[in-house]
């Protein structure tokens, strides 16, 4: 019999009510290193369009383009159990990206990915730790409950890269995956030691919402055709 505390309805009636929830992700111990490694050539081996470096993280938005290992993270069976309850079954990939939040940088401001109110509204977002988080490497902040008010941090408070009181550090082991609804008041802490804290991040929208990243146009024809039936129509390479 199932824990509760670790079902999909508990994890989603979290994201619903409290704003963020936690579930262990993709890949034992052997099969998580592997992806590790491939996550370190592919940051290794980037370069633009789709790499970034940014002022405090290193992304790369084309991750799929690199391993098929990262497929079993955005395909990983309880995340889209979680998603297709949250969307009501209405949900396609519109990002998925390496992550690395860079050793010795400051926190981001908090924000939200889109107003609750956006047309593009519900926004999941889920943040796969290739580290573990820590309060020392930047964990990711939530402040609970506020992906119910009326507006992003911007519009109610000044100097928000500051610590907020309702604010709680989502800290966790190697492969714990963060899923969260894109209105929550959130953004990486502080990194204060000498390595980056990894992470693979995406979101899903509903089907009818542009993807953040053109899967269909942007991933080469050699790695579309790994895809499965499944993997196609969550990544939209047949369209809407
Ligand atoms: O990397 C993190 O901890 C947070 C990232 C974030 O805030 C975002 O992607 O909007």
Redesign the pocket.
């Known amino acids: 019999m199932s824990d509760y505390s670790t079902s999909t309805a508990y994890v989603v009636k979290e994201v619903r009510d409290v704003g963020f929830s936690t579930l262990s992700g993709p890949l034992a111990t052997e099969r998580f290193n592997t992806l590790r490694d491939a996550y370190d050539e592919a940051m290794a081996a980037a370069h633009e369009p789709h790499f970034k470096v940014g002022s405090t993280?290193t992304r790369l938005s084309n991750l799929l383009s690199f391993s098929p290992i990262f497929d079993e993270v955005f395909l990983h069976e309880p995340l889209l159990e979680a998603c297709s309850e949250f969307m009501d079954g209405d949900f396609k990939l519109s990002s998925f990206l390496g992550?690395t939040?860079r050793a010795g940088t400051p926190a981001?401001a908090l924000?939200a990915?889109l107003p609750r109110s956006s047309q593009d509204s519900p926004l999941l977002?889920f943040?796969l730790m290739i580290d573990p988080f820590r309060n020392s490497n930047?964990?990711?902040r939530f402040v609970p409950g506020s992906h119910r008010w009326p507006g992003p941090p911007d519009d109610l408070m000044v100097g928000t890269r500051a610590p907020h009181p309702e604010e709680v550090l989502a800290c966790g082991e190697v492969g714990t995956l963060i899923l969260f609804d894109g209105a929550i008041w959130?953004?990486?802490t502080a990194n204060t030691t000498s390595q980056g804290r990894r992470?693979i991040?995406g979101y899903f929208v509903r089907r009818a919402v542009r993807q953040g990243f053109d899967f269909r146009n942007g991933l080469p024809s050699q790695v579309q055709v790994r895809m499965s039936a499944l993997a196609r129509h969550v990544l939209a390479l047949d369209g809407d």
């Open positions: 993280t992550r939040l981001q924000h990915d977002g943040i930047g964990a990711t959130h953004g990486h992470s991040q």
